[in-house]
């Protein structure tokens, strides 16, 4: 399992989970399970277009890594192997925790900040509806806020959204009308960088 930051709040990526990350079919796959919050391998497969041996093939990988678990409880029989997401925050790495593998992890990076980019342009395209009161229906957002704030004040913000995706993910009911998948990126930077 990854090692805990000193704020508990999010852990520090083991370089098992680095390399397990680092693939686009399992990435995929992470989204798919945090999207149904449990599936199993053809459920998964069936979503993705790709083979179910293939997806079994990388559960077990995001399995070794500590990235997902078997959901027993939701097996139909006891040959069923149902699986979801280890719930939490994962962080790159920090001062106090390094990154054990900085070439893994900025390959990573990149990765994930191409798929933002990738939400950010379904945003885009999509907001010319919503802005100019084609559909009313919320598929998405774009709030930028500029801040003046100390480092200190930064890390406090960063914890209030992070207990408020906690607090969101528990209060979630899974029986509701209407659930939808949400990607949300929060992009943070200084006027230093």
Do not use: C
């Amino acid at each position: 399992m990854a090692d805990e930051t000193d704020d508990d709040r999010a852990a520090v990526m083991t370089s098992a989970m680095l390399k397990a990350m680092s693939h686009p079919l399992r990435r995929g796959i992470l989204k798919v399970l945090a999207s149904r919050d449990f599936a199993r391998a053809a459920d998964i497969a069936a979503v993705l277009e790709v083979p179910a041996n293939s997806v079994s093939f990388h559960l077990r990988v995001l399995a070794d890594a500590g990235l997902i678990v078997e959901a027993p409880e939701k097996a139909r029989d006891r040959r069923d192997r149902v699986w979801t997401a280890v719930p939490g925050v994962l962080n790159l790495g920090t001062p106090e925790h390094p990154l054990e593998d900085e070439a893994l992890g900025g390959a990573l990076l990149g990765a994930l900040a191409q798929e933002h980019t990738e939400v950010l342009r379904r945003v885009i395209a999509w907001a010319p509806e919503y802005t100019s009161a084609r559909t009313t229906e919320v598929h998405g957002t774009f709030l930028r806020s500029t801040l003046r704030l100390t480092e200190e004040e930064f890390e406090s913000l960063m914890t209030a959204i992070s207990q408020a995706i906690d607090d969101a993910r528990d209060a979630h009911d899974p029986t509701a009308a209407g659930i939808r998948a949400w990607d949300l990126d929060i992009v943070a930077a200084d006027d230093m960088i």
